[in-house]
Nanobody, 124 residues
Framework: QVHLVESGGGLVQSGGSLRLSCTAP????????IGWFRQAPGKEREGVSC????????YYADSVKGRFTISRDNTKNTVYLQMNNLNPEDTAVYYC?????????????????WGQGTQVTVSS
């Protein structure tokens, strides 16, 4: 059973920062690729940032490059998404997910196991 848990969402003003965390109480994240995705109301879920756990290759959506950073702390079994300079277009439910492979792209169909999501709201 793969159980992913996101945390760190909340309400922030435009220009502010948040750090999201993804952990798995009964699963070792550092064996697999992990991705962060988001879904805004009325929009499709999209890949935000993903990291391959074997070689550490990262992917960022164009809309977040230079503002978001994905990282992992294997000692804490946690993957982070540091989000800086947030704007209202970043408002969405953010999910972490894994494909249970060591390397993957950053598209929704590649990922099989998902957390419950955490809400990020950016006010203007």
């Amino acid at each position: 059973q793969v159980h992913l848990v996101e945390s760190g969402g909340g309400l922030v003003q435009s220009g502010g920062s948040l750090r999201l965390s993804c952990t798995a109480p009964e699963f070792t994240l550092d064996d697999y690729a992990i991705g962060w995705f988001r879904q805004a109301p009325g929009k499709e879920r999209e890949g935000v940032s993903c990291i391959s756990m074997w070689d550490g290759i990262t992917y960022y959506a164009d809309s977040v490059k230079g503002r978001f950073t994905i990282s992992r702390d294997n000692t804490k079994n946690t993957v982070y998404l540091q989000m800086n300079n947030l704007n209202p277009e970043d408002t969405a439910v953010y999910y972490c997910a894994t494909p249970l492979t060591t390397r993957a792209g950053c598209t929704v169909p590649e990922y099989d196991f998902w957390g419950q999501g955490t809400q990020v709201t950016v006010s203007s």
